[in-house]
């Protein structure tokens, strides 16, 4: 092999490494930032799921209304 193409050779190697670089920081970067996007997902669903979990706990039980079966009815 001549030096010439030894040259080639590694310039080609060299550019090869450079994009693979630049390829793998992108996707570095793709990948923070779903990360960032899963994180605040997470954190949206657990305020959903505190929310629910409220509205379910101050539901009436099966059978009552919204008032306390223990209060006179309005006509009293």
Not at 23 to 47: G, P, S, Y
């Amino acid at each position: 092999m001549s030096p010439d193409q030894l040259q080639e050779q590694l310039i080609e190697l060299q550019s090869q490494f450079a994009f693979q670089e630049d390829l793998l920081n992108d996707l570095n970067a793709i990948v923070v930032r779903q990360q960032d996007q899963i994180d605040a997902l997470e954190r949206e669903l657990i305020l959903h799921r505190e929310r629910l979990l409220h509205v379910l706990e101050n539901l009436p039980e099966k059978g009552q209304s919204a008032a306390s079966a223990d209060e006179r009815p309005p006509h009293y």
